[in-house]
């Protein structure tokens, strides 16, 4: 019944931008704090950035600056504004829900592929 779906992920010239979306479903959003991740093939997956239900953000060193995460609570949204893009920013990007009341479940959805070009 959860489902996470990502769009906005494509072809992409290196210092350009891109907005990735992840509808969540309503029975989960408003008690998860959503991420998103990223993984290239051949290598682990990592955390790009997390927002908590109010608003609390994180990022990895390696997108400081270049990201900017943030939700939309009455759609069950969360963005992935990225800018500056690399070739080494080549990834499947996937959205994650931890939906934590008195236990805790992480959700994933599928992925988008962000293809960063020279």
């Known amino acids: 019944q959860v489902q996470l779906v990502e769009s906005g992920g494509g072809l992409v010239q290196a210092g350009g931008s891109l907005r990735l979306s992840c509808a969540a479903s309503?029975?989960?959003?408003?008690?998860?704090?959503m991420g998103w991740y990223r993984q290239a093939p051949g290598k682990e997956r990592e955390l790009v950035a997390t927002i908590t239900g109010g608003g609390f953000t994180k990022y990895a060193d390696f997108v400081k600056g270049r990201v900017t995460i943030s939700r939309d609570n009455a759609e069950n949204t969360v963005y992935l504004q990225m800018s500056s893009l690399k070739p080494e920013d080549t990834a499947v990007y996937l959205c994650?829900?931890?939906?934590?009341?008195?236990?805790?479940?992480?959700?994933w959805g599928q992925g988008t592929q962000v293809t960063v070009s020279s």
């Open positions: 309503a029975s989960i959003f408003s008690s998860s704090t």
């Open positions: 994650s829900a931890r939906y934590s009341t008195y236990y805790s479940t992480t959700y």
